[in-house]
């Protein structure tokens, strides 16, 4: 059983940063493939980046350039940075490594 739990979500001002953090954790737990994904008040939940044990990262266009993801494999824990922040990033961030999600974090844009 794989363990995901995401922090760092909030209330920021357009413009403004915030950083979200995935734990990651259980028997022998080793990824592959840890991603983000956020769903907006009634839209589908959509891709934002993923990163890969090995490194390799990939971002949905409309964060490339304000969102980084990053990882800490010996903590298997993951980060997204995500800068320049609009009001249609406003949605529940969710950590996810193959059948496995989080519970969610709000991240709210508004002035």
């Known amino acids: 059983q794989v363990q995901l739990v995401e922090s760092g979500g909030g209330l920021v001002q357009p413009g403004g940063s915030l950083r979200l953090s995935c734990a990651a954790s259980?028997?022998?737990?080793?990824?592959?493939?840890l991603g983000w994904y956020r769903q907006a008040p009634g839209k589908q939940r959509e891709f934002v980046a993923h990163?890969?044990?090995?490194?390799?990262?990939n971002y949905a266009d409309s964060v490339k350039g304000r969102f980084t993801i990053s990882s800490d494999n010996a903590k298997n824990t993951v980060h997204l940075q995500m800068n320049n922040l609009k009001p249609e990033d406003t949605a529940v961030y969710y950590c996810?490594?193959?059948?496995?999600w989080g519970q969610g974090t709000q991240v709210t844009v508004s002035s």
């Open positions: 996810n490594e193959g059948l496995y």
């Open positions: 259980g028997s022998a737990f080793s990824f592959y493939v």
């Open positions: 990163i890969t044990s090995g490194g390799i990262t």
